[in-house]
């Protein structure tokens, strides 16, 4: 049933996405902070609503 889709192994590009992986778990807390830093300009300089940043931040 699932030997065609399951054949071949990984493609190149997720095998480079898994890779980083290790580092990509260290730096979440970073990664989430700038996010949310980036909905936070946004909604100052008006490109997204105010309702959209807090959707986006759950606030």
Same mark, same amino acid.
């Given at each position: 049933?699932?030997? =065609?889709?399951?054949? %071949?192994?990984?493609?190149? !590009?997720?095998?480079? &996405?898994?890779? =980083? &992986?290790?580092?990509?778990?260290? $730096?979440?807390? %970073?990664? !989430?902070?700038? =996010? $949310?830093? *980036?909905?936070?300009?946004?909604? %100052?300089?008006? &490109? !997204? =609503? *105010?309702?959209?940043?807090?959707?986006?931040?759950?606030?």
């Amino acid at each position: 049933m699932w030997g =065609s889709c399951f054949a %071949q192994g990984p493609a190149a !590009i997720m095998e480079n &996405i898994n890779a =980083s &992986i290790d580092c990509d778990q260290k $730096l979440y807390r %970073q990664d !989430i902070e700038s =996010s $949310l830093s *980036h909905v936070a300009m946004l909604a %100052q300089t008006k &490109i !997204i =609503s *105010h309702s959209d940043y807090e959707k986006l931040c759950m606030v």
